[in-house]
């Protein structure tokens, strides 16, 4: 196991999915009386977890009362996934039963004057989600095997990345077939209604003329 070395392919990808890896974590202000949302496109089967909280603005002293705010997450049908009302800070998991964007949106009662709320949110996808401490402690394995186990789900990730894409593009060339084959039709129809008008402004001026004994 010590001289183990992953073939630079499999290197290669995990790179890249490292560099493109399924986490967000912001810091972002909430004013009162405003909602900001914060959308992620999550693929089917896939894990997903976040927190948030209310940063302190007075570190060191209670959390004003009036930091409070509301939490929603909705699936891209509109279904409720985690919902948080006047909290301070919450933590939600889940296992996506639909593909596309979920939507967590945080919004602040209204304050007079107005307040500023800051507040921090990450939000952790696919692979990142895993807590992968409580994987080796469960499992009981070293350090290389927790490394191959980690090796090994991130090619799986891959792998079932791919197969998604490949099930988009599919979607995509259906679609592109479809709207193709509309407008095939729509230009035959538009082409029979102008000849149709053409053949029929030529029959009405053949018979004006002839009624007008011009012919």
Same mark, same amino acid.
């Given at each position: 196991?010590?001289?183990?070395?992953?073939?630079?392919?499999?290197?290669?990808?995990? =790179?890249?999915?490292?560099?493109?890896?399924?986490?967000?974590?912001?810091?972002?202000?909430?004013?009162?009386?405003?909602?900001?949302? =914060?959308?992620?496109?999550?693929?089917?089967?896939?894990? +997903?977890?976040?927190?948030? *909280?209310?940063?302190?603005?007075? %570190?060191?002293?209670?959390?004003?009362?009036?930091?409070?705010?509301?939490?929603?997450?909705?699936?891209?049908?509109?279904?409720?996934? *985690?919902?948080?009302?006047? =909290? %301070?800070?919450?933590?939600?998991?889940?296992?996506?039963?639909?593909?596309?964007? &979920?939507?967590?949106?945080?919004?602040?009662?209204?304050?007079?004057?107005?307040?500023?709320?800051?507040?921090?949110?990450?939000?952790?996808?696919?692979?990142? +989600?895993?807590?992968?401490?409580? =994987?080796?402690?469960?499992?009981?394995?070293?350090?290389?095997?927790?490394?191959?186990?980690?090796?090994?789900?991130?090619?799986?990730?891959? *792998?079932?990345?791919?197969? &998604?894409? $490949?099930?988009?593009? %599919?979607?995509?060339?259906?679609?592109? $077939?479809?709207?193709?084959?509309?407008? #095939?039709?729509?230009?035959?129809?538009?082409?029979?209604?102008?000849?149709?008008? #053409?053949?029929?402004?030529?029959?009405?001026?053949?018979?004006?003329?002839? $009624?007008?004994?011009?012919?």
């Amino acid at each position: 196991m010590a001289g183990f070395r992953a073939p630079p392919l499999v290197l290669a990808m995990v =790179v890249v999915l490292s560099l493109s890896s399924p986490a967000r974590s912001l810091r972002f202000d909430l004013e009162s009386g405003h909602t900001k949302c =914060v959308a992620e496109d999550i693929k089917m089967e896939a894990m +997903a977890v976040g927190k948030y *909280h209310v940063v302190n603005p007075s %570190e060191g002293q209670p959390l004003p009362d009036s930091h409070k705010i509301t939490v929603r997450l909705t699936s891209p049908y509109g279904n409720n996934i *985690h919902f948080g009302d006047q =909290v %301070e800070s919450g933590n939600f998991a889940f296992t996506s039963t639909e593909a596309g964007d &979920y939507l967590a949106c945080f919004w602040a009662g209204d304050h007079k004057p107005p307040l500023t709320i800051p507040v921090e949110f990450e939000w952790k996808t696919g692979m990142a +989600a895993k807590d992968w401490t409580n =994987v080796a402690k469960k499992g009981q394995i070293d350090v290389m095997e927790l490394e191959l186990k980690k090796l090994m789900d991130t090619v799986q990730s891959i *792998h079932d990345e791919m197969f &998604y894409l $490949r099930g988009r593009e %599919e979607e995509m060339q259906d679609l592109n $077939r479809a709207t193709n084959s509309r407008m #095939a039709w729509f230009t035959a129809l538009s082409l029979l209604i102008c000849l149709s008008v #053409a053949g029929l402004q030529l029959w009405h001026l053949k018979t004006f003329f002839e $009624r007008k004994k011009l012919l």
